[in-house]
């Protein structure tokens, strides 16, 4: 039995680490966060919040933008992209829950396309499973933890907002 995974110290761990990226003061402008449904969204509202940002927070879906879409389908709770700013020259924060193939990724950089050009996109994530298929490296990583092909992590979020972390 593997040990249980304490999404929470990975949390701070990303946090402390986009901490530091604000700290920096090389942006013109504060950046907007922008999560990735359903995972990459919870986080990057508890990220938003922390961070005391009051630059736009955005949500998108990348179903529609995934290469393997034909073999995937479409999910039966598909939450719809609500960016309401301006994308155009704006540096953006992408958070995502897990990194694993680089799929979701690429398919959400297209969705952000569809609404303009940014300045710059930086990525955070909870996880990086590694396996990645595509050349895709988050910025930000609260943890790098391997896994098996056959296994996956599954993020979810408490009634209290906690991180909840296991791997199925």
């Known amino acids: ?15 402390e680490s986009l901490r530091k990226r604000l700290a920096r003061h090389d942006l013109v402008k504060e950046p907007a966060m922008i999560g990735v449904h359903s995972g990459g969204a919870w986080i990057a509202e ?6 005391g940002l009051g630059s736009p927070l955005g949500y998108l879906s990348s179903a529609f933008h995934r290469d393997d879409y034909g073999e995937r389908g479409l ?30 990724i ?5 969705e952000i396309f569809d609404f303009g050009r940014p300045a710059r996109v930086e990525l955070a994530v909870l996880l990086d499973r590694g396996g990645r298929e595509l050349p895709m490296q988050a910025d ?15 993020l979810s979020q408490e009634t209290s907002g906690r991180f909840a972390l296991r791997i199925e």
């Not at 690429?106 to 297209?110: E, I, T, Y």
Request: cysteine-free; proline content about 7%.
């Open 75 to 104: 999910p039966t709770n598909v939450k719809a992209t609500a960016i309401n700013f301006p994308i155009d020259d704006q540096h953006i924060i992408l958070v995502d829950d897990i990194l694993f193939t680089g799929r979701t």
């Open 46 to 51: 508890r990220l938003h919040r922390d961070l």
């Open 140 to 154: 930000h990583v609260g943890a790098v933890m391997p896994l098996r092909s056959n296994e996956s992590f599954v």
């Open 1 to 15: 039995m593997k040990p249980p995974i304490d999404a929470e110290a990975l949390y701070l761990v990303l946090l």
């Open 106 to 110: 690429r398919a959400a950089l297209n």
